[in-house]
């Protein structure tokens, strides 16, 4: 079983730069969400979804876009990449907003 | 390595003693919770969840404990093990609030041999 499967795994961006960050799962589960972790700290929402076609914003969804137009993906975008987006970022997904949520291993993100 | 958990607060504990990690949530009307354990260079992995339902569940040398009347959560750790170093996380989920599922800050346990 595949899970939750997130790539890169590793990326340098320079300033200015776009990316997307690709996040799929194989569960077929309807809620899917995007967190960064910066170094020492703890994880942040950026933006989650309840189902395909319906996003929403988190704690911290500025410089970020997400789109869901299938179930199992979940892209993050990031437009114009800045010193301060340089982070962990995670995807993860769960079957139902009372169950687990299922982490992707992460992409590290450096901007420079 | 991983600089996870370096500015979190550290639980010292020695192998074998049983450790009690706490967590303060922030939202009285939330319904779902649950405990999460991140090793280094690695996402956060499920170790147990609690309903708003109940005050108290157990897994395997697991225990979350839920207190609603001061809005803390807590995770018990039975006869801890070397394997149990790591950062631990509670998160919380609202369904009122659209089904964010939000972190709490961590807990960096070390378990000493």
């Known amino acids: 079983n595949a899970g939750v499967t997130q790539t890169p795994k590793f990326r340098i961006l320079k300033i200015g730069q776009s990316m997307t960050l690709q996040c799929a799962q194989d569960?077929?589960?309807?809620?899917m969400y995007w967190y960064r972790q910066d170094p020492g700290m703890g994880l942040k929402l950026i933006y989650y979804?309840?189902?395909?076609?319906?996003?929403d914003k988190g704690e911290v969804p500025n410089g970020y876009n997400v789109s869901r137009s299938t179930t199992e993906d979940f892209p993050l975008r990031l437009e114009l990449a800045a010193p301060s987006q340089t982070s962990v970022y995670f995807c993860?997904?769960?079957?139902?907003?009372?169950?687990?949520?299922?982490f992707g291993q992460g992409t590290r993100l450096t901007v420079v | 390595g991983e600089s996870v958990g370096l500015h979190l607060p550290t639980l010292s504990v020695q192998e074998g003693d049983n450790s009690i990690i706490n967590c303060a949530y922030s939202?009285?009307?939330?319904?779902?919770f649950i405990w999460y354990k991140q090793e280094s260079g690695k996402g956060p992995q499920f170790i147990i969840d609690i309903r708003s339902n109940m005050d108290k569940r157990q897994g395997q040398r697991v225990t979350v404990l839920l207190n609603k009347t001061v809005k803390h959560l807590s995770l018990q750790i039975a006869a801890t093990q070397p394997g149990d170093s790591a950062v631990y996380f509670c998160?919380?989920?609202?369904?009122?609030?659209?089904?964010?599922?939000?972190f709490g800050g961590g807990t960096r346990v070390l378990v000493k041999p």
């Open positions: 939202n009285s009307a939330s319904d779902y």
């Open positions: 979804s309840v189902g395909a076609g319906i996003t």
């Open positions: 993860a997904s769960s079957h139902r907003v009372d169950t687990e949520a299922f």
């Open positions: 569960m077929n589960h309807n809620y």
């Open positions: 998160a919380e989920n609202m369904r009122a609030a659209g089904n964010k599922l939000t």
